[in-house]
């Protein structure tokens, strides 16, 4: 242990210098990226239900919730889609060409936060362009969803949870971000030290 502290305090400033290097620059750089907002919307994925009969079960009515289930990773499927992509700019009348897809794509993040429920979030600059966005991507997940019931009848049917998107502003964590990354260069520092101290006593033998 003397040996290593030793090793430690005859390169401290290699550890200092590495320290406030990579310290320093994570500040800048975070300190330089600009607020972001997400922006989020809740679909419920559910099973039509058949009109009532004599019975009492029907294939729909018993099976309604298994159903919608397992077709709530379809739901994901299609949000993630550069069709519903292309749909939700058609949507919001602006050009459909492969680089807006991309860019919706791009922004986009899906969840599967409960057996039946997806949680559509958009990240952008502008707290309003993320809330149009992820408002006209439900609505174009759920003309999809209804296309598909008239052309395969899966009679599944997926609802919005909230008429408006939650928005969330999001700031970088400049504090964090440069401690964690100063310990991290502190660390790299050690390892270093380490391998020059190896290496010295490998020519010593």
Do not use: H, W
Not at 146 to 174: D, F, H, R
Request: aromatic share 6%; net charge neutral.
């Amino acid at each position: 242990m003397k040996q290593v502290i030793k090793v430690v305090l005859k390169n401290k400033y290699l550890c200092l210098l590495t320290t406030i290097l990579f310290g320093t620059l994570t500040f800048v750089i975070t300190s330089s990226l600009p607020t972001t907002y997400s922006a989020s919307m809740s679909l419920y994925v559910k099973g039509q239900r058949e009109a009532p009969s004599q019975d009492f079960f029907t294939y729909a009515g018993f099976y309604s919730q298994q159903t919608a289930k397992e077709f709530t990773d379809t739901v994901i499927g299609l949000s993630k889609s550069g069709d519903i992509a292309r749909k939700t700019l058609e949507i919001m009348e602006r050009s459909s060409d492969t680089e807006s897809i991309r860019e919706i794509n791009a922004a986009l993040s899906v969840r599967k936060t409960a057996p039946q429920l997806v949680t559509l979030t958009i990240v952008k600059v502008d707290a309003e362009e993320a809330g149009k966005i992820v408002s006209a991507l439900v609505r174009a997940v759920s003309e999809q969803v209804i296309e598909l019931n008239e052309e395969s009848g899966i009679q599944v049917k997926v609802a919005s949870v909230g008429s408006t998107p939650i928005v969330e502003e999001q700031k970088p964590s400049v504090i964090l971000n440069t401690l964690v990354v100063s310990l991290v260069g502190l660390t790299l520092s050690f390892v270093v030290i380490s391998v020059k101290e190896y290496l010295k006593e490998e020519k010593l033998l």
